[in-house]
T-cell receptor, first 112, second 109 residues
């Protein structure tokens, strides 16, 4: 099935631990995005990549790094997890046209 | 900060009734989009309305756009229990999509 695949679906980390959230899309989209969703806050953009080899900060980039490994894959890394990073993380992609995004099913991360 | 603000925050109706959700935004747009999110799932794109359009339909969905008031509304007609979800408006800001906090719709059978 075409779409955006995120792994893992759930993760619990201890404060200070690191981890990488993986995202892959098979729709040949140029642009990919990482969002976090917190209760009552909607989605906030962490980082995005307009094309392979480029990345840019979004609204809330502090504490995160990203890698656009190739056109299909866009990973999000937490180097030293903090409780404030407890959230649901969504990856999304889109074509160059300003049409709708395709979202993954999310990663629920808890930092204790 | 959010670039689209949905109103109301929560809406509860009976199956068969219509549901109307509103979205306000602050700066000019080329287009505005509506998404649905079922509990525990990712967002699904519903409909896009361009700035030169005033109304658009898709099945039981009707979206209106008033650029002079910087507002949009999403109407779901003849609602079903399966329409229970959160609904978000979104628009592009500096080449990325910004979402509001959403309206939580509950349709009671």
């Amino acid at each position: 099935n075409a779409g955006v695949t995120q792994t893992p679906k759930f993760q619990v980390l201890k404060t200070g631990q690191s981890m990488t959230l993986q995202c892959a899309q098979d729709m040949n989209h140029n642009s990919m995005y990482w969002y976090r969703q917190d209760p009552g806050m909607g989605l906030r953009l962490i980082y995005y990549s307009a094309s392979e080899g480029t990345t840019d900060k979004g609204e809330v980039p502090n504490g995160y790094n990203v890698s656009r490994l190739n056109k299909r894959e866009f990973s999000l890394r937490l180097e030293s997890a903090a409780p404030s990073q407890t959230s649901v993380y969504f990856c999304a992609s889109r074509t160059d046209s300003p049409y709708g995004y395709t979202f993954g099913s999310g990663t629920r991360l808890t930092v204790v | 900060s959010q670039q689209g603000e949905e109103d109301p925050q929560a809406l509860s109706i009976q199956e068969g009734e219509n549901a109307t959700m509103n979205c306000s935004y602050k700066t000019s747009i080329n287009n505005l989009q509506w998404y649905r999110q079922n509990s525990g799932r990712g967002l699904v794109h519903l409909i896009l309305i361009r700035s030169n359009e005033r109304e658009k339909h898709s099945g039981r969905l009707r979206v209106t756009l008033d650029t002079s008031k910087k507002s949009s509304s999403l109407l779901i007609t003849a609602s079903r229990a399966a329409d229970t979800a959160s609904y978000f408006c979104a628009r592009y800001v500096n080449n990325d999509m910004r979402f509001g906090a959403g309206t939580r719709l509950t349709v009671k059978p």
